[in-house]
């Protein structure tokens, strides 16, 4: 297997392009779209109503985050100013880019998308443990320590990336039981401060 090359063929899209990081940096946009992913097409007024902003504002957000391709408008839904949005058929494996790939000025975009995303899986964490009392069947945990070369932990990453393609469903093609679960990965060098 390629070192960049999931499992089952799908390339890797890498986010390279700064404009679309800086879409995805905003907390609201990224609230949007978790909100479309789990529960499907919504319409500007109903999610200023579930994140408590106006609609001008989530139209605008919304209209950002279809410049960029993460949604797109339901024009057999949609009627005079009701706009219906749903997620876009994106690929399944979405990467941050390293920092070289970025010119030196686009830098801190990826800094903040980093940033956003993570405040994110903290908050995540803070949640682990509740949810693990209510269902430990839906909530799991794994924490390890293993001593790997770099290229050992990229061939482990790109079978972790695989695997979660293997099990995951989209909405439409899930069973009906199958519920959404968040799914993190961390890795940070342990021997350092």
Do not use: C
Not at 35 to 49: D, K, R, V, W, Y
Not at 132 to 139: E, I, K, L
């Amino acid at each position: 297997m390629q070192e960049d090359e999931t499992k089952d063929g799908d390339e890797p899209f890498i986010l390279d392009d700064p404009g679309r990081l800086k879409a995805l940096a905003h907390p609201m946009r990224r609230r949007m779209l978790t909100h479309l992913n789990i529960h499907g097409p919504a319409t500007s007024t109903t999610l200023g109503e579930l994140l408590g902003a106006k609609t001008g504002t989530t139209s605008y957000h919304l209209r950002q985050l279809e410049k960029y391709g993460f949604i797109e408008e339901i024009p057999e839904r949609s009627s005079g100013r009701e706009r219906w949005w749903r997620r876009a058929e994106l690929p399944r494996d979405m990467r941050f880019p390293n920092p070289d790939q970025l010119a030196p000025e686009d830098r801190a975009v990826l800094t903040e998308f980093l940033r956003v995303g993570f405040e994110e899986d903290r908050a995540l964490v803070d949640r682990f443990p509740a949810a693990y009392r209510t269902d430990p069947d839906w909530a799991k945990g794994s924490r390890g320590l293993a001593r790997m070369t770099k290229e050992e932990l990229n061939e482990f990453y790109n079978a972790y990336i695989a695997l979660l393609l293997q099990y995951s469903r989209r909405q439409e093609d899930a069973s009906p039981d199958a519920r959404p679960v968040y799914i993190r990965l961390f890795t940070l060098p342990a021997d350092e401060p």
